[in-house]
């Protein structure tokens, strides 16, 4: 019988960890089936405590997966503006896209995971908030960089707006009026901050 070396592991559980962060997005964190990952990533059933002592700590994970992928568009969008201004426009544009709005498997973990939060498990829902704050302080960082002052209540307030039109867009079932969400949010966002259009 072959055995597998640490970074086949490592890979092994990385592809769990997405396939969770996927799950959890299309179902709800209550949805997820630990069978159902495992099989989504390749792997048996059996392979799971392999990975993770429980179902909640797959959980966990998955919601960390989420926010870092959050993160690293929150960085992107950074990197690609010259400057702060910039960056919280490309972000405001992404974040109140339809392309993020329509995004049933990736995207921000905050409209997915809030109705949900107070049903989650202790470490699940502590790296939610973990998550949020650390969403609300990297937005507070580009604020504060472009000059607003009381970075940290304006960027609670601007991630609160955010994540409140994407999830009336997504409820929403004429897309038209879903789309006029989206656009007066964006419109409405980038006018208070003064920011370019």
Do not use: W
């Not at 997820?32 to 959980?59: C, E, I, K, N």
């Not at 049933?104 to 498990?121: D, I, Q, V, W, Y």
């Not at 079932?173 to 006018?191: E, F, H, N, T, V």
Request: proline letters at 4%; one cysteine or more.
């Amino acid at each position: 019988m072959a055995r597998y070396g640490s970074e086949h592991k490592a890979q092994s559980r990385e592809r769990v960890v997405a396939e969770a962060a996927k799950a959890i997005r299309e179902q709800g964190p209550h949805g997820v089936s630990v069978a159902g990952v495992m099989g989504a990533a390749g792997l048996t059933h059996g392979a799971f405590y392999a990975h993770f002592p429980s179902r909640d700590a797959l959980l966990a994970a998955g919601v960390a997966r989420m926010f870092e992928d959050s993160r690293a568009r929150l960085e992107l969008s950074a990197a690609e503006g010259a400057d702060a201004r910039q960056a919280l426009t490309s972000y405001i544009n992404f974040y109140l896209s339809r392309s993020h709005r329509d995004a049933r498997t990736a995207g921000c973990p905050l409209p997915f995971l809030s109705a949900e939060a107070p049903r989650l498990t202790g470490e699940t829902r502590a790296l939610f908030a973990r998550g949020v704050a650390g969403l609300t302080g990297k937005i507070a960082g580009l604020l504060e960089s472009a000059g607003f002052a009381e970075p940290q209540i304006t960027a609670a307030s601007v991630l609160a707006e955010l994540v409140g039109a994407v999830s009336l867009a997504r409820a929403e079932p004429d897309a038209a009026r879903s789309d006029a969400i989206l656009k007066a949010s964006r419109s409405a966002l980038k006018a208070r901050l003064g920011l370019d259009s």
